[in-house]
Every structure is written in C-alpha cells, then in structure tokens.
C-alpha cells in the first residue's frame, strides 16, 4: 500500500464503547496529525506528532487519546464519546514538522449514538 | 491567532467556463498557502501551494494568485471539467505553525 491509510472507514458507537481508529502512513514522513471534519465546519487540528513525540494538542477532550508508537503508525483511543464527537476524523502526514504539504487519508466516518 | 475565510461556500458553473475562489487570511506573517481537493469518500488531496515570496503560480488548468498587501489569495480553474467537482479547501501557516483551513467551498460543473 501507499500513502496515508486509515481503518476502520467507518464506525458506529455507543457513547459506552471503547473504539480505536488506526493510521499508517508509507511514506516514510517524521509528522503526524489527526484531524476532525465536521459539515460546515473548517477543519479543526486535534493532535501533532514529530518523531512519536506529541507537540501539540489543541484542548481536546480526554474522552480522545492519541497513540503514536512509532513514525509510521498513529492511533486514536475513543472512550465515552458523545453524539457531538460524530465527525470524519482525517490523520495526515507530512516529511516533518517545517512547511511540508501534508498527505491525507481517507479518513474514518465516525457515527456516535 | 490566524483565521482564514472562504468564499463563495459554493460554486456552480458549465463545463468549460472558469472557477475561482477567495480566501483571506488575517496574519501578515503566514507565508505558506496551500490548496487542497477533497473528493466524496476521500481525504483531502493537495493540488497547488504557494509561499509568499511569489506572486502567482500555474499547473496547467489551476493557478493560484497571492497579494500580501490585501492578505488574499485566490484559485483559479480554466476550462473546468466535471472531474473538477469536488469541495475545495484553502489554508495558510507561516513557518512551523499549523496549517488554519478555510471552511471549503463546494464546487459543481455540470456538463
């Protein structure tokens, strides 16, 4: 596979559940990033990884845990979501941290009931 | 902190006519100007970039034009295609900052 790969595509829970979304990218990039797209909305930068090191995290709830073990995987932890947290959650990549364009997945629909 | 306004929030035009789409950006200092296409069912795909120190940029049917002064940048589509419709997203970031996205503009040629 190539570039920026995402799974599940889509997700449907209960605000009980506990889920996790996966990235991977195969580009051999240093950066990172998850990303929520709500309808109407711009895109709104959760998380920021550079080198499996979080350095930036934009006031987002607890209730999302990100999880980077290593530079070409990235996680999203959900726990206790709410209907509101319904949203296309993109993880992107980019070569590092310093004006590199940044490659994009397909993204996870995200469905909170 | 840098806000980035997009307009118009949709576009209809005929196949063969041309498209564009503003953006305006409040932070004198972003210097990076990115363009992204995002598809149904996919991620956002970037088609065009531009850094402040130049004013226009062309890949063949897609230009982007940038004036600092005015702190806006445009994106220009010729001879629009139906593969052109998709939502269109603008951004900008200056140095290592992250990237502020517009709020896209969704754009229709019909044939």
């Known amino acids: 596979e190539t570039g920026v790969t995402q799974t599940p595509r889509h997700l449907v829970m209960g605000m009980t559940n506990k889920k996790s979304l996966k990235c991977e990218q195969h580009?051999?990039?240093?950066?990172m990033y998850w990303y929520k797209q709500s309808a109407k909305k711009p895109l709104e930068l959760m998380f920021v990884?550079?080198?499996?090191?979080?350095?930036e995290n934009n006031s987002v709830p607890s209730r999302f845990s990100p999880e980077c073990p290593n530079s070409s995987h990235l996680f999203l932890h959900l726990h206790t979501l709410q209907p509101e947290d319904s949203a296309l959650y993109l993880c992107?990549?980019?070569?590092?941290?310093?004006?590199?364009?940044?490659?994009f997945g397909p993204g996870t629909r995200l469905t909170v009931l | 902190g840098e806000n980035v306004e997009q307009h118009p929030s949709t576009l209809s035009v005929q196949e063969g006519d041309s498209a564009v789409i503003k953006c305006t950006y409040s932070?004198?200092?972003?210097?990076?100007f990115p363009w992204y296409k995002q598809e149904l069912g996919k991620g956002p795909q970037l088609i065009i970039d531009?850094?402040?120190?130049?004013g226009e940029k062309k890949d063949q049917r897609i230009a982007v034009t940038l004036n600092k002064t005015a702190k806006h940048f445009s994106l220009h589509i010729t001879e629009t295609q139906p593969e052109d419709s998709a939502v269109y997203f603008c951004?900008?970031?200056?140095?290592?900052?992250?990237?502020?996205f517009g709020t896209g503009t969704r754009l229709q040629v019909f044939p």
């Open positions: 992107a990549s980019s070569q590092d941290l310093r004006l590199g364009y940044q490659y």
């Open positions: 580009l051999g990039h240093n950066a």
């Open positions: 990884y550079s080198l499996e090191e979080r350095v």
């Open positions: 932070d004198s200092a972003s210097n990076y």
């Open positions: 531009i850094r402040s120190n130049v």
């Open positions: 951004a900008a970031s200056k140095d290592t900052d992250k990237l502020i």
